[in-house]
Every structure is written in structure tokens, then in C-alpha cells.
């Protein structure tokens, strides 16, 4: 069945009763109808458009009363609390051409329903621990980071394991762009890294050490990343085509400019934006990485134009909708992002920004 042939139901309720909603009533009732036929599949979605929140429900059916069922299901469920607009169509908003672009959604979605099971699985099992929750997501992201190293462009792909979290930095701190208190922020996720630095050095090197082939049949890897890694890992041949025949593109490539938040200035170096809630503040300082990257032209050509690196980009934003799945916000995300980064550098003595400036053109290597 196609994207188009889908069912788009979206429920407009708050974040912090999406989770209950979709274990207890939606999961349930959609699983109960691809049981009895009526359904082929099935994935949701959680998504926050314009302060919006909202599930997202697709499911591939061509008998009328399954969304009929689901919404007096749902409507049950809720009770006499007031929803306005409970099921007021919600769009697929400009993020899903991140995904690829047009091109690229059918893919998404495959992957989306494929993978629903395990983010419902993961989510009853830490359901009420989030730092249980987090603790498998620092494990799906460090094995996500590990699985596409290799894969990235030789110059980069050279560092092994290694190159698994350049990318999770690079992104915290064009994050630290985005807010008003970046070093506020910055300082309560070194508490966190303190606090728990014990813990998450060596689960990061025992996850490395499973992931020592990333394509073999990872048995050492907890359950959960290991479906997630396989999962991932079978995609990565269709998303590096659609790239490689042109067909899929990212949000930060020319044709999709427009869409850009964060951009690099002409000089190659990534700067606080021009937004009206970040006006009064000071020009924070450069990251060590960004200003590497800005240093490195081929390091920045090749992150905007190598086909291998735009697939690479793709897959983790697979992942990152993963985490929105999984009840995280950008927030979340970004806290991960610095705890992996740090745990990298400590455990390994790395150094991103030497890194990166030591990327060169493998002809150049080789003379």
C-alpha cells in the first residue's frame, strides 16, 4: 500500500498524555484490527508543529470503521476532559523534507512501521524511569554513531569508532547557538557528565566493543540496540541510493537553504542567528569544532556535498525521530548528544577539532 493510501489521523493532545494515550488505548486498538485483517500496518508519530503537539497515526486500511473505532476508543478514553479540536488534520509539516525530501518519505514511512514495535516495546519497558529510558537511548546513539563511521567518506572514516561522535558535538554546539544561556546550560550538563561519568565510560566502551563489526550479528549488544542497529543497518543500502541517484536531498543542501536554522557564515563559521528572542545577547564564543570545521574547506565541502556523508546525515535523523518516539524533546536530545561526546573524548583522549583539521583529500594523504 502506498503512502498515499494511508489513513493520516492526527490527535491534538498534550505531550505528557500522548504515552498513556498510545500504550492503553491506540496501540492496542490498531494491533487488535491488523490482527483480524482489516489493517495491513501501522506507525505513529509524536510531533510538535507551531507549539502544537500532536500524535501522528498512519495505518493502511481500507475499511472505514477502524478510524471510527479508534476515535470513539480514544474519545472513551479521555472522558469528559475538554480537547478542542481533538482531531483537526495536522499536515505533514516542512520538517519531513529533512527526511530525503518527497523522494525519501515512502522510505521513512517504511522504516517508521517496521520500527514501531520496538519504540512500543521500549517505551513499556522504562515506562515510568526515565533514566532508564535515557539509558537505552545513550545506547541506541552510540551504536547508531558507531555503525555509520565506517560509512562515512574515507578522510573521516579513517578514525574508526572514533568518528562516531564528531557529528553528535558539532550539533550540541550549534545548539548552544540557539539559546539564551548557553553557558548555564553547558555547566548543568557537566554536572550530569560528573555525576555520572562512572557509569557511562565504560557502558560506552562495552557497547564499542559489541559494535567491533558492526556488520555482523552483534550478540553482544543489549536487545534493544541490536533490533535497533540491524533495523537501521538494512536501510542504509536504499538511503545511500536514493542519494547516490540524486533523488534525495537534506534540508541544509541548496535546494532546501530556505529551511536552514543554523547556517554556516560566508567565512565557513556557524554563528548565532539573526532571531528576535537571541537579539540582546552577545556573540557567544566559537566552538572548538566549528571553528576546525570552518579552518578545513574540504572538511566543509565535503559535509555539504559527499554523497556518502548526506546518507550518513539521513540515517541519523531516522534516529533522531526515534527519540521523539521515545517522548524526547530537542531538549533531551541535546543532553544525550554532550554526554556521548564527553564520555568519547575522555575514554579515547580525543580531540575533535585536531581531528578534523588533520581531514585531508585522500590523494593528498597518499602523496
Known sequence: MSTDDRKDLTVNVPWSVQEDLLLDV???????????????????LRENHG??????????????????????????????????????????????????GGA????????????????????????????????????????????????????????????????????????????RDPEGTRAKHAQR?????????????????????????????????????????????????????GRFHLYATPRKAENAKLVPSPDGLYRRPQVEWLADLPEPPVAGIHRAIADNKFYQGMIREDRRFLASRLAQAYTNWHLFRLGFLLADRYTLFYLISRAFEEEFGLDAAEMIRSVRPETEVAG
Open 26 to 44: 491506540i496501540a492496542p486498538a490498531l494491533d487488535e484490527s491488523v490482527e483480524l485483517g482489516e489493517t495491513a500496518s501501522w506507525f505513529y
Open 104 to 179: 525519501g518519505l515512502g522510505l521513512a514511512e517504511s522504516f517508521w512501521t517496521e520500527t514501531t514495535p520496538l519504540a512500543l516495546h521500549t517505551l513499556r519497558a522504562t515506562r515510568g524511569d526515565r533514566t532508564l529510558r535515557l539509558a537505552a537511548s545513550f545506547d541506541l546513539l552510540v551504536c547508531t554513531g558507531v555503525l555509520l563511521a565506517p560509512r562515512l567518506p574515507p578522510p573521516i572514516a579513517k578514525f574508526g569508532h572514533k568518528a562516531g561522535y564528531l557529528s553528535y558535538l558539532a550539533t550540541f554546539e550549534g545548539y548552544m547557538l540557539l539559546i
Open 51 to 100: 507549539n502544537r503537539p500532536f500524535l501522528r497515526l498512519r495505518f493502511a486500511t481500507g475499511s472505514p470503521s477502524v478510524e471510527r473505532r479508534l476515535k470513539a476508543r480514544i474519545l472513551e478514553r479521555l472522558g469528559s476532559v475538554q480537547h478542542e479540536n481533538l482531531f483537526e488534520h495536522q499536515p505533514y509539516n516542512k520538517e519531513h523534507d529533512w527526511l530525503g
Open 193 to 245: 557528565y560528573e555525576k555520572n561519568r562512572d557509569v557511562l565510560r565504560p557502558r560506552l566502551r562495552e557497547l564499542i566493543e559489541a559494535m567491533r563489526d558492526p556488520d555482523g550479528d552483534l550478540a553482544d549488544l543489549p536487545e534493544t540496540a541490536r533490533e535497533w542497529v540491524v533495523r537501521l543497518r538494512g536501510y542504509l543500502p536504499a538511503i545511500q541510493q536514493g542519494f547516490d541517484e
